[in-house]
């Protein structure tokens, strides 16, 4: 009966890992173990103390990492229309050929309603993505990419893709696997936090008097 449950257990475990693979990613044997590695460990989380310090040393080094993957970037933009790492943001969320609203991209942005409009007003201006009317509600309008901002992602692309192998610097093939997965379970967890926007919630978890 032990032995089922363990293979029950294994079984369930196998199917949660298979549901967190993004998009097209393939099942790979070494990549399940050391994401089942980390499942199990966090699972006895619980049952020690962390080191003192952990956690803000943990948002320190995001906000490092963030700090550097802006610093290399802006090399990357010097001599393009795209402006910076939150437009090219934008114009990623509307390729191949999307038509969405300003409030749906802003949100799939991952950013505040004043600084994604202050974006998306810059991408117009450089005439990087249009406006189009929205067959479904004659008041809204549809953001889409245009031939001269498919143009500029074209030719940054490569450039893209060096930077993020910079950024994850010397990871191994199983490192960055792992801080994939982590950094997608950190996302999870605050997505919803941030599109509820709610004041007296936020304020509570972060211990500020109302």
């Known amino acids: 009966m032990e032995t089922y449950s363990n293979v029950k257990r294994l079984i369930d475990w196998a199917e949660k890992f298979s549901n967190q693979l993004i998009d097209e ?9 050391s994401w089942l590695s980390g499942e199990v460990n966090a699972s006895n989380d619980g ?9 803000p040393a943990i948002t320190m080094y995001i906000t490092f990492l963030y ?3 802006l610093f290399y970037s802006r090399k990357i933009f010097k001599h393009s229309l795209i402006y910076s790492i939150e437009d090219f943001g934008v114009l990623a969320t509307l390729l191949p050929d999307k038509r969405l609203k300003k409030a749906d991209v802003i949100r799939e942005t991952i950013s505040e309603k004043s600084s994604g409009n202050e ?5 117009l201006r450089q ?13 809204s309008k549809l953001l889409e990419i245009t031939t001269e901002g498919t143009y500029e992602m074209n030719a940054l692309w490569g450039q893209i893709e060096k930077m993020s192998s910079l950024v994850t610097g010397n990871l191994s093939g199983q ?4 801080l994939l997965q982590m950094l997608s379970k ?20 972060l211990g500020i008097k109302i």
């Open 47 to 55: 049952k020690k103390d962390l080191p003192e310090n952990t956690e």
């Open 186 to 205: 950190l996302h999870e967890f605050h997505n919803p936090l941030f599109e509820a926007n709610d004041e007296k919630l936020l304020k509570e978890k």
């Open 25 to 33: 990613e393939q099942w790979e044997d070494k990549n399940f173990a």
């Open 67 to 69: 700090k550097y993957a």
């Open 127 to 139: 005439k990087l993505i249009k406006e189009t009317n929205n067959p479904n509600d004659k008041r």
């Open 175 to 178: 490192q960055k696997m792992t």
């Open 119 to 123: 974006v998306l007003k810059r991408l």
